[in-house]
């Protein structure tokens, strides 16, 4: 059913958890945030399926739309801005230094296919009757992602261990947590 927007045993999101003080080092962190890209992902094909419920389906789209619009730029950054730099300075030129710099040139495919859907999913959230639109391009963007977190995980997040130091990663951790701090308004 689409009435589960949290992916199984998640704790909401990776900024909660950090609230609440979580010491899971960054690639922990890295990897709950896979399970998330992957949960909403399945919650966006599923979307399409005619038999689910409108009022799943609405609050599904909502949640999904939520999810690739505040969440999923902060992994993207994580990833960007915070491990991308640091692999390329560490590592020599290498198998890994091509698999570090698909992974950002990936991030630009998958933000197009991101782009075209979340109108979709807003469209959706409002009326359930366009998700049935939505299936072949979330089925798309589903295998986008297998691929890329395949990379990742395969190539990219063991390599933290081996080249990074430990500093590398506390600071990337520290960096995630940043990102996520809620932003004080303007004047306050």
Known sequence: MLTQIRPPGDKASLADELQRGSQEDAIALLLGCHQR???????????????????QVQAAAHGVHRYYTQALPLHEADENDSIHPRLRAAAPPSELAAANQAMVD??????????????????????????????????????????HLALEERVIFPALRNWLSAEDLAAIREEMVERRKPKSQPGS
């Open 37 to 55: 890209i992957r949960h909403f992902t399945r919650v966006a094909v599923d979307l399409s399926r005619p038999e689910a419920p409108p009022d």
């Open 106 to 147: 990936q991030h630009a495919g998958l933000d197009i296919r991101i782009a075209a859907l979340i109108p979709q999913w807003e469209a959706v959230a409002r009326d359930p009757l366009q998700a049935q639109k939505t299936g072949p391009e979330a089925a798309a963007l589903l295998a986008a992602w297998n691929d």
